[in-house]
């Protein structure tokens, strides 16, 4: 997937052994899980399923089965982002980059589930996902970078799911339009937080291509809330985005756009 992946894990006790063998062992698991999701994704390994139906090699009837389940996904995807989301429109075909960051990421965490924790966090660049909460009981604040200076957070969120965030102020111009096939961001970053990071990296994706009219689209989804930061670092949501309390600045960890 061409990124980095972090997991964070906060124990419900001080670590023991056989606590230190789970968590070996899971952690094992969640990095087979992001190995596969590469091994079945990426764009840049010639032998992967989506680069041999990229160029024709393989048709969409015979991809893998967790190809087609992310195909279907992406489908809704597309369908909830008025458009803005289309892997099928991006230059050289298929490609579910948008999508799949977020997916791998969640299945990862997946794999820590009944370990003895309070939480634990898997970071893939900006697209984070959440279980449980920090050792003081509170959600997990998460920091957004400010596009214009990304050293400095332009807006803490406190995070019970997943969180992903979109712009180019890191990667440069990697944002693609899907009705015109060129470059472009009509926002400087866009965040989307909700049950499901797959579709939340997917809805943040339209969300920097299109701009802040997403908006619109994403205000009835249940469970789903978006911020909207433009190129004069004017910021627009919708109505319930999680802000943290300002004195929260301290706790935050930031979220590096994907």
Not at 40 to 57: E, Q
Not at 183 to 197: E, M
Request: aromatic letters at 6%.
């Amino acid at each position: 997937m061409g990124t980095v992946v972090t997991i964070d894990v906060y124990p419900s006790a001080v670590p023991d052994g056989e606590f230190s063998a789970d968590l070996r062992h899971r952690l094992g698991r969640a990095r087979m899980v992001l190995q596969q999701a590469d091994s079945d994704f990426s764009t840049w390994r010639h032998g992967s399923p989506v680069s041999r139906l990229r160029r024709g090699a393989i048709t969409a009837a015979e991809v893998p089965p967790v190809v087609t389940a992310v195909m279907r996904a992406c489908e809704v995807a597309r369908q909830l982002s008025g458009g803005w989301f289309d892997p099928w429109a991006m230059p050289g075909g298929f490609d579910p980059t948008g999508y799949v960051k977020g997916w791998a990421a969640e299945r990862a965490l997946a794999e820590l589930d009944g370990l003895a924790m309070h939480g634990a966090l898997v970071n893939a660049a900006g697209d984070v996902a959440c279980a449980g909460r920090q050792p003081s009981g509170e959600p997990f604040r998460i920091g957004i970078a400010d596009p214009g200076e990304p050293r400095r957070l332009a807006a803490i969120a406190e995070v019970t799911g997943c969180i992903a965030t979109s712009g180019t102020y890191e990667r440069g111009s990697h944002l693609i339009d899907p009705h015109s096939g060129m470059p472009a961001a009509r926002a400087a970053s866009a965040t989307v937080i909700g049950p499901d990071l797959g579709l939340a990296d997917a809805l943040a994706t339209a969300a920097a291509v299109a701009g802040s009219q997403v908006i619109e689209l994403l205000e009835p989804l249940a469970g789903y809330e978006a911020l909207v930061i433009d190129w004069a670092g004017r910021k627009r949501c919708t109505s319930h985005f999680p802000f943290a309390p300002a004195t929260a600045a301290s706790a935050a960890s930031a979220a590096s756009a994907g």
